[in-house]
């Protein structure tokens, strides 16, 4: 294993993962007729969506900080 423990690939892979979940779930959940018909399931699906958002914020700061330990999780209000 490398002793850089940001280039083991798995931080890509659960970066790049989490992009296309959040790809995923906006075309298929988000922007679709069911949420459009039913408000409280486009409000879950956004705050579900949310959640996804700030997961992939939180692993992108890990690729740019070496205290990466030491970052808080993105605020969620």
């Not at 959040?22 to 007729?33: A, P």
């Amino acid at each position: 294993m490398s002793d850089d423990p940001y280039n083991d690939g798995y931080t890509h892979e659960a970066l790049h993962t989490t992009h296309v979940l959040m790809d995923t779930f906006s075309n298929h959940v988000i922007e679709t007729r069911c949420a459009d018909e039913f408000p409280d399931v486009k409000a879950a699906a956004e705050r579900a969506h949310e959640a996804l958002f700030n997961l992939y914020q939180l692993i992108g700061m890990k690729f740019s900080d070496e205290t990466a330990d030491h970052v808080e999780s993105p605020k969620h209000e």
